[in-house]
Nanobody, 126 residues
Framework: QVQLVESGGGLVQAGGSLRLSCAAS????????MGWFRQAPGKERELVAA????????YYTDSVKGRFAISRDNAKNTVTLQMNSLKPTDTAVYYC???????????????????WGQGTQVTVSS
């Protein structure tokens, strides 16, 4: 079992920045690839970014490339999503998720992830 707790969400104006963090507890953190998903009202949950177990590989959905950065610290059991140049379309509940996967892999599909946090709201005003 892995427990995930997100923090760092809030209200920000367009063009601003937020830094989301996800703290993991339970099993060995480095055994898990990590992902950040988001879900806007009335929309499906989508993958925003993912990072492999030791941080060597990352993935970003096209809409956030160049604006968001995912990183992890296996010594501190945390994964972070730095979000810059935020847009109103980034408004959503953001979730972190963990997948017990092979070392050189960034899971892209929702069903691949085994554990989920409770989510944190990000609201970007225009």
């Amino acid at each position: 079992q892995v427990q995930l707790v997100e923090s760092g969400g809030g209200l920000v104006q367009a063009g601003g920045s937020l830094r989301l963090s996800c703290a993991a507890s339970g099993r060995t953190f480095s055994a898990y690839a990590m992902g950040w998903f988001r879900q806007a009202p009335g929309k499906e949950r989508e993958l925003v970014a993912a990072i492999s177990r030791f941080g060597t590989l990352t993935y970003y959905t096209d809409s956030v490339k160049g604006r968001f950065a995912i990183s992890r610290d296996n010594a501190k059991n945390t994964v972070t999503l730095q979000m810059n140049s935020l847009k109103p379309t980034d408004t959503a509940v953001y979730y972190c998720a963990a997948d017990n996967s092979s070392p050189f892999y960034t899971p892209r599909q929702l069903y691949e992830y085994d554990y989920w946090g409770q989510g944190t709201q990000v609201t970007v005003s225009s």
